[in-house]
């Protein structure tokens, strides 16, 4: 089921990733600390996540070695999350505007 | 293709080739990993729409030892995973077997600690209708959301154990251990959104 060439590779590459990991997840909890608003905390922790994510996605769950299925798994969340986003205007409606402004 | 070639080829030029070249089994746990991150992305999406569109979002939580003990061990359980696979591929079967359920030992302890984390919580006044520290959606959406990804947890932990011990006994192959990790890393990739969102985002400054 896995290619010969994930075989040969030696634990090197995992544990580089999983101390990159580590130190974004780390990263994550720095930020947390830091005197900046919500917004902007949400959004540098939101790109650390991404960042994460797509590194255990590559290298830990091996879709590095695997170009189209890499494609797929990308644009298939992609659009997903992307039509997920149409609410947030919403959201920002139910404080500033009507009928249930605040 | 003519009938000729029908009867004459070979079987493996009639077989269709795995979509992606990926095996089905594997493929089978990809698309149940797409339709779970839609979930949660969902869960997710539903939490930051509710939070923005709530004044006075409480923000109760006062350390981050336990969350960060939580994320260190559930991370270095998706390396003991990589581990027990790379093992498995490489023929050492008791190797494969221990690092598995180390595995899933480590995935015990992290949902000891978050049903603990729970008890504290539950301690202090908060359940799934009711919050002490403001609006009651904030403990439903929390609990929602957490509990959601501890049944995974909790759901991987039996799936790893299981899978060694078939493993052991000679039913299951490396393969089968490789697309449960699959599933354990999925688990790790969807905690990293799950500790910035819910939990660094509340801290009590």
Request: hydrophobic share 55%; charged share 10%.
């Amino acid at each position: 089921m896995t290619s010969p060439e994930a075989k040969t590779n030696g634990m090197g590459k995992d544990l580089i990733v999983y101390v990159c990991i580590l130190a974004l997840a780390g990263i994550q909890f720095f930020i947390a600390y830091q005197g900046i608003s919500a917004s902007q905390m949400f959004v540098r922790m939101l790109i650390v996540a991404c960042i994460e994510a797509a590194l255990a996605l590559l290298f830990f769950m091996h879709l590095w070695e695997n170009r189209g299925l890499k494609w797929f798994v990308l644009i298939f969340t992609v659009a997903v999350i992307l039509g997920m986003q149409y609410g947030w205007t919403d959201s920002y409606r139910l404080i500033d505007g009507v009928p249930w402004a605040h | 293709m003519c009938q000729a070639d029908v009867t004459m080829g070979s079987h493996s030029a009639l077989m269709e080739q795995p979509t992606f070249s990926v095996p089905a089994k594997k493929m089978a746990m990809w698309l149940f990993i797409i339709a779970d991150s839609a979930t949660f992305a969902g869960c997710l999406v539903a939490y930051g729409f509710i939070r923005n569109a709530t004044p006075n979002w409480p923000r109760p939580f006062h350390g981050i030892t336990n969350v960060a003990v939580m994320t260190f061990i559930l991370l270095t359980s998706s390396l003991t995973m990589l581990i027990g696979v790379r093992s498995a591929q490489n023929g050492n079967k008791s190797g494969a077997v221990r690092w598995t359920l180390i595995t899933a030992f480590a995935g015990a302890l992290f949902a000891i600690l978050h049903v603990r984390e729970w008890m504290t919580m539950i301690g202090e006044g908060a359940t799934l209708f009711h919050n002490p520290w403001g609006t009651p959606l904030f403990s439903s959406l929390f609990f929602s959301i957490t509990g959601l990804h501890l049944l995974h947890v909790t759901c991987g932990v039996i799936a790893l154990i299981v899978v060694a011990l078939r493993y052991q006994g000679g039913r299951y192959k490396a393969d089968d251990l490789e697309v449960t990790g699959l599933y354990w890393h999925f688990v790790d990739l969807v905690w990293m959104f799950v500790v910035p969102l819910v939990y660094l985002l509340n801290l009590a400054h």
